[in-house]
């Protein structure tokens, strides 16, 4: 559990940075992997409360996570909002710098009123801002997938009301989760798409973009399919899609191939499709961190990585307060 959590994690950022690099060279991450971090410790800070047997609301200490990174972006929420206390993450000043942000994000926080998934801000906005931060809702173990498909889509509400935009961050939690449980890659993305089918009040394009990924990532498609079928990104539910279509079509036949090779073709091909290359990218490395753990991850890049002390440090502080793990 350990490796696939710091797996999941860093395979993240690596992801993240590989998109972001094609406009940004020399191995940075975006907003994409300041806010999975900020999820990170606000999950973090409940789950201290709950083990010291005080009762927390999860959604509350999300919302102030995410408040403190808005401030960090030079963002003011307003005096309606909370000022929430310091924490370690806060320190680290690669955080502060301000990494092309999704607007929805910095405008649903800005409101300074904590969005409810009956009451959501930003009612219309279906962008990526959700999916990118969600990973971590999977990687926490002993909950059921309700739950963990909940706790993702009441923090999606935070900043994005459009269904789509939230169901796509509860379904890539439920394969994170799918995955570091130990699943088959293929079997997860299977059944979560199947679960996408059949949630109430379902945005019928989420479940017909990940169908197109399953179809396309076992099967030769003429060019331009692609792009027509899975979106161009922008949405989350597109960037979803590409995602599970690049980390699927990159399986290696036989099994013969090393888990880092698949990480490095996956992620490329992620990367080279549509305009959302740092999200694609973010995605796709932390489904197949999941998968197979940090063997994934390619040495080369772990060295080029920026700060991947702090998101080492996140990822031990996650393990620390879900497995008792040092």
Known sequence: MKSRIH?????????????????????????????????????????????????ADVNACLWLAYLRWLATQGEDAGPSAPVPQPRWIDGNEVLRRRRDPEQDCISGLATGEMGTAARPVNPSSRGRGTV?????????????????????VDAAALTHGHPAARQSAGIFSLL?????????????????????????DVAPELPQRLEAALRLAGSAHAPG??????????????????????????????????????????????VSHGSARDTAGALTGSILGASYGEDCLPVQWLEVLEAAEVVRGMADQLVGVTTGEG
Request: include cysteine; charge should be negative; glycine fraction near 14%.
């Open 7 to 55: 797996g999941c994690l860093l395979g993240g950022a690596l992801g993240d940075a590989a998109g972001y690099a094609v406009d940004v060279p020399g191995g940075l991450f975006s907003d994409d992997t300041q806010l999975t971090l900020y999820t990170v410790d606000g999950l973090v800070e409940a789950l201290e409360w709950a083990n010291a047997g005080v009762g």
């Open 132 to 152: 990118m931060r969600s990973a971590p809702f999977g990687l926490v173990p002993h909950i059921a997938p309700d739950a963990v498909y909940k706790l993702s």
């Open 225 to 270: 399919e692609l792009a027509e079928a899975l979106g161009g990104g922008e949405a989350a539910e597109e960037v979803l899609a590409v995602a599970l279509y690049s980390a699927l079509a990159t399986i290696p036949p036989g099994g013969g191939t090393l888990p880092s090779q698949h990480f490095s073709e996956a992620v490329a091909l992620a």
């Open 176 to 200: 994170i989760h799918r995955l570091v449980s130990g699943e088959e890659l293929r079997a997860a993305a299977e059944a979560v798409t199947a679960h996408a089918a059949g949630l109430p």
